[in-house]
């Protein structure tokens, strides 16, 4: 089975946001598009407690410095705030029959929506737990931004899990204006790269 994974398409990645991404909100349309092909869609969304480690206000510093060696954020996509939400524009009622909405990052702040690999089963995540239940063996991954949390999706679902993974490139948005080195890991790793356009896309699906 094939699943989509739309990854943080929330108001604070989107233009007037905290964190928005460039054009953020122009890859909604196309995940509109792409809802209906799948039966198990999973939406992720960043969910986060107001003193998350990963916000720059945490260690008194300015957003986008780096401490101990790890880049930190603007506040962004706090629980139960409107920057949090899902784009509005999402139409999660063309999803044709499964989906589920997965929050991460409440006590953390990964970029992937595995977390961490665990080699025990008991400790996989509990993403891999739903589309195991279900059977996938196929992700398709979209949504924002192209170079943190989509890239550590992607990789993990194929390095750590072995999903047969497929980026849909033009359904996604960077924060860097040059994502070169991100593709080349994409290539590097084996994970197949699409857009939405491609007639080839449907037939991978279906």
């Not at 948005?173 to 070169?180: H, L, P, Q």
Request: net charge negative.
């Amino acid at each position: 089975m094939k699943a989509l994974l739309v990854i943080d398409v929330q108001n604070d990645f989107c233009p007037g946001g905290t964190l928005a991404v460039e054009k953020g909100d122009e890859i909604v349309p196309i995940i509109n598009k792409l809802l209906p092909n799948f039966n198990l869609v999973i939406f992720t969304m960043d969910w986060h407690k107001s003193d998350n480690i990963g916000f720059a206000s945490q260690h008194l510093v300015n957003p986008f410095e780096k401490v101990e060696g790890e880049i930190v954020w603007p506040d962004h996509c706090v629980q139960n705030t409107k920057g949090a939400e899902l784009h509005s524009d999402l139409d999660l009622s063309k999803c044709k029959k499964d989906f589920y909405i997965y929050k991460k990052g409440e006590n953390s702040h990964p970029y992937s929506a595995f977390l961490d690999y665990a080699d025990d089963r008991q400790d996989w995540p509990e993403l891999v737990n739903i589309l195991d239940e279900r059977d996938v063996d196929k992700i398709f991954v979209c949504g924002l931004a192209t170079d943190f949390c989509v890239k550590n999706t992607a990789l993990d679902g194929k390095k750590a899990y072995g999903y047969d993974t497929t980026v849909i490139i033009d359904a996604c948005r960077a924060i860097s204006n040059d994502i070169t080195p991100t593709i080349q890991e994409f290539l590097d790793h084996d994970i197949k790269l699409i857009n939405s356009t491609d007639p080839d896309l449907f037939n991978i699906i279906n």
